[in-house]
């Protein structure tokens, strides 16, 4: 049986006319599905005023013909076939059997409403509507990929990490083939990676993209699922904690050098989590309170229990985020603590990076403003604040969770990627921080 799923695989491949996709390397060209703002559209306004029009052949365009319009042109579905119009007449039909591609005449770029796409635009017709499909190099694709995904102001190391980050993770997807009856390898949003094609372009992120070009990360001679996040808040964690799969290359490890992390505040009312109870199907009655009952090995949520008038609720991994979902939005990250209650911690050690100091927590005090405090009492390291240390509350009007980080928290954090690289850390020194037991190559 699996067998044939093989074979049905890479037939349905080769009849889109894709390259086949080797587990070890890239093809010469890659298929994204322009789905953000292109996708089931009646029309696509096309900006050049000078075009080639053609198909794929054999993996390459073939132009058929060229043609010409200060006014742009505009692509419709008529007929069933895909055809072009300038200044309200029809000025071209694409043949129904083969793909509708077009590019620059001039070899610049395709223009697509308020956006811009190197190489070849296909507008593949389906039920009579238009999807554009922009056909590129992997390489130039990154181009598009890495300042949509991280600033260009972040450390070169740092976006030299992203680029292998990314680079590997199109292979992974692209072997996943999760988009192929769609016609096309990878989409344009955060399902696959952001792209907005050469309009985001810039030359420190294509720098980066240059310098590491074809590498990327492998594990057991597989490219890893290289995922990667905003910002950890000190720690990132393991991929079964946040979904099902558990995968070595995907570890908690402390992000010690994180620049700038993101902070956060949530407060919220019995009230309010009383509703969102109710959304979840979950049946206490009102909610009276509310405590951090399972954290990771660095301290990161993984178990909240909410205490009602007639019973508790228990929520795990990535609920912890999402149950705040109906009262206000997903919580920022997992790495957070409920202020202004007593954490139980008679003593913790208190690290500069040069000297650690154990005493009890009310012997410490804060002058300024500190980035980045934690705590570790024997167990775990864990984010505190001045306000309170608390892991739950009762009574009162209702709860506050002090966080920081944003993101699922697994594999790179993009700032500590950025700190680390601040810190002399090279890229490769990087990723194999973030990313277990990984062969860069």
Not at 287 to 292: C, D, F, K, V
Not at 295 to 308: A, D, L, S, Y
């Amino acid at each position: 049986m699996k067998k044939l799923v093989v074979i049905v695989l890479i037939l349905l491949l080769a009849s889109l006319a894709f390259p086949v996709v080797a587990r070890a390397g890239l093809p010469s060209t890659i298929r994204i599905g322009l789905t953000h703002e292109f996708a089931n559209r009646d029309s696509i306004v096309i900006g050049n005023n000078n075009i080639s029009v053609g198909y794929e052949n054999n993996g390459a365009f073939l132009a058929v013909t060229t043609l010409q319009s200060a006014g742009g042109f505009t692509a419709w579905v008529t007929g069933g076939v895909v055809t072009l119009h300038s200044g309200g007449q029809q000025v071209h039909s694409f043949d129904s059997a083969r793909s509708a591609q077009i590019r620059d005449a001039g070899g610049g770029t395709v223009s697509l409403g308020g956006y811009s796409y190197r190489g070849v635009i296909e507008l593949r017709q389906s039920g009579g509507r238009l999807t554009a499909i922009n056909v590129l190099c992997p390489e130039e694709y990154l181009y598009g990929v890495l300042p949509t995904e991280m600033s260009h102001s972040f450390h070169i190391n740092a976006l030299r990490a992203q680029a292998i980050a990314s680079r590997t993770f199109m292979l992974y997807r692209m072997n996943e083939a999760s988009h192929i009856a769609s016609g096309f390898h990878l989409c344009d949003g955060t399902h696959c990676q952001s792209y907005r094609g050469a309009n985001r372009e810039h030359a420190t992120t294509t720098q980066a993209v240059g310098d590491t070009r074809g590498l990327m990360m492998f594990h057991s001679n597989a490219p890893i699922l290289a995922v990667y996040f905003a910002s950890s808040g000190g720690s990132t964690d393991n991929s079964e904690n946040v979904w099902v799969q558990t995968r070595p290359y995907l570890r908690a490890v402390q992000d010690i050098h994180e620049h700038d992390p993101v902070e956060w505040t949530r407060t919220f009312t019995w009230a309010e989590i009383t509703q969102a109870l109710q959304a979840t199907g979950a049946n206490i009655g009102t909610a009276t309170g509310l405590s951090i009952t399972g954290t990771n090995q660095f301290g990161r949520v993984q178990e909240i229990t909410i205490t009602g008038t007639s019973g508790t609720w228990r929520l795990n991994g990535e609920q912890t985020r999402t149950f705040f979902a109906s009262i206000g939005g997903t919580l920022m990250s997992r790495n957070f603590h409920v202020a202004g209650a007593q954490a139980g911690v008679p003593a913790v050690s208190v690290t500069d990076g040069a000297r650690t100091v154990t005493a009890g927590l009310s012997s410490f005090f804060w002058q300024g403003r500190q980035t980045v405090v934690y705590v570790f009492d024997g167990i775990t390291t864990r984010r505190v604040d001045v306000a309170g240390t608390g892991q739950d509350q009762a009574g009162g009007n209702g709860v506050t969770l002090i966080g920081s980080g944003w993101g699922h928290g697994i594999g790179m954090s993009q700032r500590g990627a950025h700190g680390m690289a601040l810190a002399g850390y090279t890229y490769r020194q990087i990723l194999l921080h973030f990313y277990t037991d990984v062969e860069i190559r």
